[in-house]
Each structure stands twice: as structure tokens, then as C-alpha cells.
């Protein structure tokens, strides 16, 4: 079966064409991948590395508030970039709750307190000075101290619910005490052992 000349020329004509094209696109793609003007570099020092990254095998670190919740006293917690002693979480916890925990239902019942509260800290222990007579707060409040204090950075790697803390202020003290989950507690010595050696 022939075909006609003009059939021949036409297809003659769309294979070169096809061809153009696609030299033409291949052209284009080798200068979009090799021209695109960004010389190759060295190591170039971009300044210190990034702070607040998790290292590996290490917890981030993070402070844990207890603001009252629906069904009671409720840790928080929020994302730190070191270690929180006692005092600056106390002094966070005063602060409120932010947006996140108003929408969990968290309220601070602390009192407006006349100046400011500081804390001091020893191995396994926290006196928190309080601005006012501290008989005086309510248990809602004393377990916010508590437990918020307990739950800081304090020295003598003891866990939170081992930390003894102390309440103090306008000639009075309360304590110490102990956080047990997520209310404070009277801490209470134990008992000598009875046993007589033989």
C-alpha cells in the first residue's frame, strides 16, 4: 500500500517538528538545572547552633503549675528552655493561667498578694515566704504553693512528693509539708523502729 506524497511530507514534517520540540525542552531543562547562578561553597560559620533543642536520651525540660480545675487542683505544664527552681515558678504560677489552660477550665485561687514571694531552697527542702500571715491561706491555695514549689527544680534529687516545703510569713509558718499528687499534705516524721536490738 503506497502513500501519497503530501501524506509523507505532513508526516515528514510532524516528526521533525516533535523532534524540535523536544530538543528545544531538553535545552531548557539542562540550563534551568545547570544555570542557575549559585556557585558552589565551603563551610561557611552561620554563628552559634540553635538553643532549646531536646537532647537526645535527656527529658526537654519543662515547669509543672497546679492551678484548680473542675474537679480540683491540676498540674500544667509548660515548655522551659532550662531548668525552673521554686521561686520562678511560684512567681509564674501568681501570673494565671494562660489562654490554653483558661480553656481547660484552670483558675488560679491564690490571694492578690501585697509584695512579692521568694523561696529558698537545700537539699530536698523549700521555705516559701509568703507576704501575709500564711495560716492565713486557704487549702486550695497552700496546695498550689506546694505542689508548684515541689514540682521545680530543687537540689538533693528527690522526687517531687519527697521535697519538703514550708510556708512562712506575717510571724507564722505551715509545714512542713508534702505534695501528694495534687494536693499538699502535713508531712508527717516516721515513727523510730520499736525493735530492741538483742
Known sequence: MSVPNSARTRLTRRIALGGLLLGALGALSAGALTGCGIAPTGVIDAG???????????PAPDV??????????????????????PEEAIN????????????????????????PVT????????????????KRLDTPSMSQLVCTAANASVPGSRS??????????????????????????????????SAQPD
Open 64 to 85: 509543672q503549675l497546679y492551678f484548680l480545675g473542675p474537679t480540683g487542683l491540676r498540674p500544667a505544664s509548660r515548655p522551659a528552655t532550662a531548668p525552673v527552681g
Open 160 to 193: 517531687p512528693s519527697d521535697v519538703l516545703v514550708t510556708l512562712q510569713g506575717g510571724g507564722a509558718q505551715v509545714g512542713p509539708m508534702v505534695c501528694g499528687g495534687t494536693n499538699a499534705f502535713p508531712f508527717i516524721q516516721p515513727s523510730p523502729s
Open 119 to 134: 523561696a529558698e531552697t537545700e537539699n530536698g527542702r523549700i521555705t516559701v515566704h509568703v507576704p501575709m500571715n500564711a
Open 92 to 115: 509564674l504560677l501568681l501570673k494565671g493561667p494562660n489562654d490554653a489552660e483558661r480553656q481547660r477550665g484552670l483558675t488560679n485561687v491564690l490571694p492578690v498578694l501585697p509584695g
Open 48 to 58: 552559634e547552633p540553635a538553643h532549646g533543642l531536646k537532647a537526645p536520651g535527656k
